[in-house]
């Protein structure tokens, strides 16, 4: 089986689906002769021509707005925010908008759309080109997020969001694009939107986690089996809808929980993987959940070393894994 | 029909009354201008909303009226009951409100898009106390999985933080534990000696483990007293030979002693009921259903298939269900339910060639029976001698349940039923 | 206003045409004073009036192909509704959230939602996001080769709003088949043009984006007409977009919640009301010897019976189901 990276199952995904389906389109920023600043679209202009592949103007709202509209006309576009940092004035087309459009018309009108944006930080990106932004619109029913962390799930992922009538945030974890590596097949396939999946099968304890931090916990994981600790990771892939069974399917089994997720600890999806935790399994939980998120700063800075106080690596993850194991 | 004032989408509360628009005896249409109403955000004119006759005006101008409340009553054609709640008004009692304030009922909410009313004032969060956890406290998952297979947590050794008793803990006692025998498993790991050229070492099979420590549990836990009986089988033993073929052609299974000293066990049992119960210290748990454990010799050691209800079983019955059992657990194909829940247990340890024996009580039930072997003896009967066959039953039990006179009735009872086969006896 | 073309009315419409257009804009203005009643009597929670509107949307629609060509709407295009399609008793049941109502369900504030039969879509009542939504939809058109054309209707406010520029800008690089139609009432709730914008006109920003801009006056329904009509061919043709900037009129306060009293004197209001599109047009009707006094009087009349009964019919009917309340979140 071919082994790629992310960044090239997203653009497999993405121009699979163009030459499927006519309907699908990409618009962004970069994204036409130049391919994408980090060349997910590359290609692309001269097979799809201009009317497909659009570069718009440095304008987030109307880029999330006009992608709107022509998804509620028939059309099916895959718009790109360069850097999730920039994703802040789509909040009111998206959140405000998108998410009620089948709501608030009684579902006489629908938004398939995509929008992608590549997110996430330990690549020296600081404060604007670091950020995760997946809490503000998983908390928004009418959106699904999507949030995938391999090569496989990424290109199955993508694909099915943009056969899906509903509209979805995808975000790409920038330093898994050309980091991680892995296995994709190269028939057709897709994965379901709202689904976590075991990466590593465990009895003592369970990390759930999406993103980059998978890879990170996956690597702990070998670290605390070298110690007598079963590690279980469970990869959420998307954080709305949350896969309620499988989180509490592996709680169940292991009674410790530890969540681990890069964006901001306070209110993130850590927060209500915790509370529906507490409620669905509690006579299972053998430990308090425990979180392990980001800290308590804006944004993630500059300089090395306070990157790394930022980022979660393997090492603060493996602590977190010991110190639930003993309790 | 009373006419109120109505909410019109704003935060106000009340209205003033300006100045009335139609006098009373006019004639007044639907959505004729009625009254000018001032509030803190509009100056309107209220449209009627029916079509009829001012008949009374009853806020006057410059009354301040809350919304809800009444204002005129027009005359209109048909005499329907118009649906105003009179009571709309809320009075509110200063001393009623306290801080927590109370609901108006009968004045609109700020309008969609209007702005104003009182800004309420968040109240302060308290600071959630992080209270120490202390580590004797059962978790959840520590507290169901003790309660599903009913197990004494004070028995398990905890191995978590400050000897927290852990899920694991929890599931590791499960597993070694047998499954109608509740034991402890202590399990000490000695340190691994450099290996003697003197002694050879059997390593413990998880069953050798188990009973060892359902031993010692018995051995530990129950004060145990013994006593013996000798029971004339003479009538039994011919009573078998008497139909041990034709049973075998009509059944295909071999019928032994045990069934007729199981049936008498569980006819003495019914009569006895400190014999078929357990001790706590809430009080001695009389069990209701008559479940005798068979204990049996198989491959890995002793097991005690159950056989449940055995008092509802004629002779040949049991035969069937122990034929059934004893195969069973000699092939090690015993499945769980049929090793749980036993009350009392008999163990033939007659067939070995024993002739006294002190069996340990199967914790947690209250007494064990054992059949001894069948031998042919000199006996005196009726001031003669003669050669009787003569099977000594030993019995041992909780001396906290039962005193001798308990254990002796119950004895004399298996005895008397045993000695009391004869050709007549019921099989079927 | 050096670079803006105001237009000059040609006679091009039919004079049936005309009447129709009065008759529709007496129909828009009883149902109009009749929402606000009920407003009054605590019936209808909230809103906003077109009266004085009439012309520049019901001009404007007349020009369309309806039910073909879309028309974004705001909260105050009471008339494009009505002459779309919808009927008084349907607005009404939006304005009281009964059982019926089209465009939502009674989910959302009254004139929103969509009816994709009528090619009406009013999302949301946050102002300006819909300019670009528009866009979005006169892209598709042209990217399935269609001729169909978008309108985006909006008032003075939103023509501030980030998201009218960068929708512009976008149809104006991309040639796009959409008419930016901007009712300009002189205020936005209470803040006046003067407060809104440095230039004079909302058409003046057009040459800026690199597309015609056109300022007429939206309370005279031929001039009205004419121009959307002419605006429309070039949108057909692949030409691209137009800003016409209409001025009308907005003779009561921003919303059913707002009190005009405290910013605008009410002799302004006393002026406004001699522009009235409805007495301009009855004047041009009468001079045209298409309408007399008696046949005016008819269609008040009539316009009065249709609301009556559609008020009755709305008053009537039942709220919502609540079973459905979770439906259309995702889909199904």
């Not at chain 1, 929008?115 to 950020?131: D, F, I, K, N, T």
């Not at chain 1, 409620?279 to 939980?285: D, P, R, T």
């Not at chain 1, 979180?291 to 700063?297: A, S, T």
């Not at chain 2, 000695?190 to 009973?211: G, H």
């Amino acid at each position: 089986m071919p082994v790629i990276t992310v960044l090239e199952a997203i653009r497999d995904a993405m121009r699979e689906e163009m030459r499927k389906d006519e309907r699908v389109f990409v618009m962004g920023e970069d994204i036409g002769a130049r391919g994408g600043v980090f060349l997910a679209t590359d290609g692309f202009l001269s097979e799809f021509g201009e009317e497909r592949v659009i570069d718009t103007p440095l304008a987030e709202s109307s880029i999330a707005g006009i992608a709107l509209g022509s998804a509620m006309s028939g059309l099916r576009p895959i718009a790109e925010i360069e850097f999730a940092d920039f994703i802040w004035p789509t909040i009111n087309q998206i959140v405000g908008e998108a998410s009620k459009v089948r709501y608030g018309t009684e579902g006489k009108l629908q938004a398939p759309m995509v929008l992608r944006a590549p997110q996430g930080g330990g690549v020296r990106g600081a404060l604007y080109h670091s950020q995760s932004v997946e809490a503000l619109f998983a908390h928004t029913p009418g959106l699904k997020v999507v949030t995938p962390s391999t090569p496989y799930d990424a290109k199955g992922l993508l694909k099915a969001s943009i056969r899906d009538d509903d509209p979805v945030i995808f975000l790409e974890h920038k330093r898994t694009y050309r980091l991680v590596k892995g296995e994709v097949p190269e028939e057709e396939y897709t994965i379901p939107i709202g689904k976590a999946d075991i990466k590593k099968s465990g009895d003592d304890l369970s990390i759930i986690t999406y993103g980059l931090m998978v890879h990170h916990c996956l690597e702990a994981a070998q670290l605390a089996a070298s110690k007598n600790i079963s590690v279980e990771v469970l990869d959420l892939r998307t954080v709305r809808p949350l896969d309620v069974e499988s989180i509490i399917g592996t709680v169940e089994k292991t009674g410790k929980v530890l969540i681990v997720y890069e964006d901001n600890q306070a209110l993130g999806i850590g927060s209500e993987v915790s509370a529906l935790i507490s409620e669905h399994a509690f006579e299972y939980l053998d430990a308090p959940v425990v979180r392990l998120g980001g800290p308590e700063v804006p944004a993630m800075p500059f300089s090395p070393p306070l990157e790394n106080m930022f980022m979660i690596d393997t090492e603060k993850i493996s602590t977190a894994i010991n110190k639930l194991a003993e309790y | 029909m009373k006419i109120e004032l109505p909410q019109v989408g704003e935060s106000v509360t009340e209205g003033v009354i300006g100045r009335w628009l139609k006098n009373v005896g006019d004639k007044v249409e639907k959505y004729d201008p009625l009254v000018e109403v001032i509030t803190d955000k509009v100056n309107m004119e209220l449209p009627s909303p029916v079509e009829g006759v001012l008949r009374e005006i009853i806020a006057n101008e410059g009354d301040t009226v809350p919304m809800g409340g009444l204002i005129a009553d027009i005359e209109t054609k048909e005499s329907e009951n118009s649906p105003i709640n009179s009571d709309t008004h809320s009075n509110l009692q200063e001393e009623n409100i306290g801080t927590t304030g109370v609901l108006i009922k009968d004045a609109a909410p700020v309008g969609p898009t209007g702005s104003g009313g009182p800004i309420s004032q968040d109240k302060p969060q308290p600071d959630p106390s992080i209270k120490d956890r202390p580590k004797s406290r059962y978790s959840p998952a520590v507290l169901r999985l003790a309660e599903e297979n009913n197990i004494d947590l004070e028995q398990v050794v905890g191995t978590g933080i400050n000897g927290r008793i852990t899920r694991k803990d929890v599931t590791a006692f499960i597993e070694s534990k047998p499954n109608t025998l509740e034991s402890q498993t202590i399990v000490k790991e000695t340190a691994a000696s450099t290996p003697r050229q003197d002694q050879e070492k059997i390593t413990l099979s998880p069953i050798r483990r188990m009973i060892a420590a359902n031993m010692v549990k018995s051995a530990t836990l129950i004060p145990q007293a013994w006593s013996e009986v000798a029971v004339d089988v003479t009538g039994m033993v011919l009573r078998r030979e008497s139909i041990k073929e034709s049973f075998m052609a009509k059944e295909g299974i071999n019928i032994t002693y045990l069934p007729f000293v199981v049936k008498a066990v569980a006819e003495s049992l019914k009569k006895n009921p400190l014999l078929n119960s357990s001790w706590s210290e809430e009080g001695i748990i009389l069990k209701k259903n008559i479940n005798i454990g068979i204990a049996v010799a198989a491959p890995d050691g002793l097991v005690v298939p159950v056989i449940h209800n055995a008092d509802l079983f004629s002779i040949a019955g049991l035969a069937g269900v122990m034929e059934n059992l004893i195969t069973k657990a000699k092939n090690g194909k015993l499945d769980l339910s049929e090793v749980q829940s036993g009350t009392f247990t008999l163990n033939n340890t007659g067939a070995l060639g024993s002739v006294s024996s002190r069996p340990l009580v199967n914790h947690p039930q209250s007494a064990i029976m054992t059949t001894e072997a069948i031998v042919k003896r000199p006996i005196i009967a009726a001031d003669a001698i003669a050669i009787r066959s003569m099977m000594n039953i030993c019995l041992s039990f909780d001396h906290r349940v039962m005193d001798g006179a308990e254990a002796s009735a119950f004895s004399m009872s298996v005895k008397n039923l045993l000695e009391n086969i004869n050709s007549e006896t019921q099989i079927y | 206003m050096a670079n803006s073309t105001k237009a000059q009315s040609n006679r091009e419409i039919q004079n049936d045409q005309l009447l129709d257009m009065y008759k529709e804009m007496v129909l828009c203005r009883t149902l109009d004073e009749r929402i606000w009643m009920l407003n009054r009597q605590g019936k209808a929670a909230i809103v906003a009036s077109s009266q004085g509107h009439e012309a520049g949307q019901i001009g404007s629609v007349a020009a369309l192909r309806k039910g073909y060509d879309q028309c974004y709407i705001y909260y105050r295009d009471l008339a494009v509704l009505l002459t779309l399609g919808l009927t008084p008793a349907e607005i009404i049941k939006g304005f009281v959230a009964k059982e019926g109502e089209p465009l939502s369900g009674a989910r959302q504030f009254p004139t929103h939602g969509a009816h994709p039969e009528y090619g009406v879509i009013n999302l949301s009542n946050v102002i300006a996001t819909h300019i670009p939504q528009a866009v979005g939809a006169a892209l598709t058109a042209k990217m399935k080769k269609e001729d169909r054309v978008i309108v985006a209707y909006f008032g003075d406010g939103a023509s501030s709003a980030g998201d009218c520029h960068e929708a512009m800008n976008f149809a104006a690089i991309h040639k796009l088949p959409i008419i930016f139609f901007c009712e300009n009432n002189g205020y936005a709730i209470s803040v006046p043009l003067s407060k809104q914008m440095a230039v004079d006109s909302v058409a003046s920003r057009a040459e800026g984006y690199g597309m015609p801009g056109i300022e007429i006056d939206g309370c005279d329904i031929v001039t009205v007409y004419e121009t959307t009509v002419e605006a429309v061919s070039r949108a057909r043709a692949g030409l691209g977009p137009t800003l016409i900037e209409a001025n009308v009129e907005r003779y009561l306060p921003h919303t059913s919640d707002d009190d005009d009293s405290i910013y605008r004197p009410a002799e302004e209001i006393e002026e406004a009301k001699k522009r009235d599109p409805l007495q301009l047009l009855s004047k041009q009707l009468f001079e045209l010897n298409i309408l007399d006094e008696k046949e005016d009087q008819a269609i008040r009349e009539n316009a009065k019976t249709i609301v009556n009964m559609a008020t009755e019919e709305a008053e009537n009917a039942p709220y919502p189901e609540t079973t459905d309340f979770h439906k259309h979140v995702y889909s199904e």
